[in-house]
């Protein structure tokens, strides 16, 4: 399923833009191009890993767990979220309710 709605970011035009995609929105906006899913078990793992935090950030991960240095750099500040949270959260710039986007 993961792969499919990987596929679906970069195929799936979104109402009301004209048929851009999620991706071309993204990559609009300044976001890194949207990668595909994977375990993210290597997150704290080289330092050129996709994602990986080498500077002490904060991000709002879909990731199963936490601990620090599972992301990369031990003083980086990791906000676990569902899917629709870490969504809303990067429309909105800091951590959002989502709630008020599934209305």
């Not at 596929?7 to 833009?17: E, I, Q």
């Amino acid at each position: 399923a993961t792969q499919k709605v990987w596929a679906d970011v970069y195929t799936l035009p979104v109402p009301g833009t004209g048929g851009k995609t999620c991706a071309q929105i993204f990559q609009d906006a300044g976001c890194e191009t949207p990668a595909a899913p994977s375990c993210a078990a290597c997150l704290g793992g080289p330092q050129d890993t996709y994602a990986r935090m080498n500077e002490a950030q904060v991000c709002v991960s879909t990731t199963n767990r936490n601990f620090p240095g599972r992301m990369g750099n031990k003083e980086a500040s990791i906000y676990l979220a569902s899917p629709y949270t870490a969504a809303a959260s990067a429309l909105a710039g800091h951590v959002e309710d989502p709630r008020e986007y599934l209305a």
